[in-house]
């Protein structure tokens, strides 16, 4: 079963994005637990949680995603900064918990001219100071390769996944897939080659954007589905891949709710085509 939502923002309580998903044809979301630019994080009522939770099983809004802020730096020069990140994340990793929600999408950060080798196992180093003792799956996002950004090689992720002591998992983002040099038309060979250094089963959840930067640009600049250099036939290639179906499909696009519900309509509807074919 492909689930298809968006990113929404949980500023009228995290109830409301159940509504919200109704009204768009969603049937699972992504969101931040805090804010996505700092450290601040709402504390959440029980009222709030109880609310949540019985809305979302009574829709069926299910495989919901919880995305890291970007501020989290885990191979920053800084120690301190690295200490805030493994601080920030655990107090995600209780918040989860408690939302029973299991998918934790993680930038893994940028290495400051430290080196793409320390910046690595600097990340592996903060890793492994996690509690998932719950099951939640942290999922590291492939990055598009700005600046000193990590994450944006498979031989990367593959490093941080096969040197953590704590079972990690992937984010695929087409964008930033795109924009690091892999040719979307050709997604089979990528996945052959992600199978051979990490398997696909660890591949958890998918960021579906078309790109408004150059093929290889190592820019990340989100575009409307469809209207981007990437294009929805390659889109398409990718969200509809057979061995990445049950992965919930997220679109991070610069969209208001009425735009999302376009969008998800699209998907939706080629999903319907190709299933009938």
Known sequence: MY?????????????????????????????????????????IPDREIE?????????????????????????????????????LINEDMKKIRDLEID?????PGSHKNQGIEKGLNLIVEGLNQIDVSNGQKICIETMSGKGSEVGFDLNQIAYII????????????????????????????????????????????????????????????HEKFGKGLIGKSDLFNVIFNERLEDRPIILETPNNLDGYKIEIEKIRRKFHELREN
């Open 162 to 221: 096969n040197n953590a002591s704590i079972p990690l998992y992937v984010c695929i983002d087409t964008c930033h897939l795109f924009s690091s040099g892999i040719k979307l038309v050709n997604f089979d060979d990528y996945l052959d080659e992600f199978d051979k250094l990490i398997g696909i089963e660890k591949i958890k959840v998918i960021h579906c954007n078309d790109s408004m930067m150059p093929f290889g640009a190592h820019k990340d600049r």
């Open 103 to 107: 998918n934790y999408v993680l930038h």
């Open 3 to 43: 689930r298809i939502g968006c990113h929404l923002s949980t500023s009228k309580g995290l109830h409301k994005t159940i509504e919200q998903c109704l009204e768009i044809n969603a049937d699972t979301f992504q969101f931040f637990p805090r804010n996505p630019r700092g450290s601040k994080s709402r504390l």
């Open 51 to 87: 609310k949540f939770l019985k809305l979302r099983d009574t829709h069926d809004i299910n495989e919901i995603v919880c995305h890291g802020a970007y501020t989290m730096n885990l191979c920053s020069d800084r120690e301190e900064l690295r200490e805030l990140a493994i601080n």
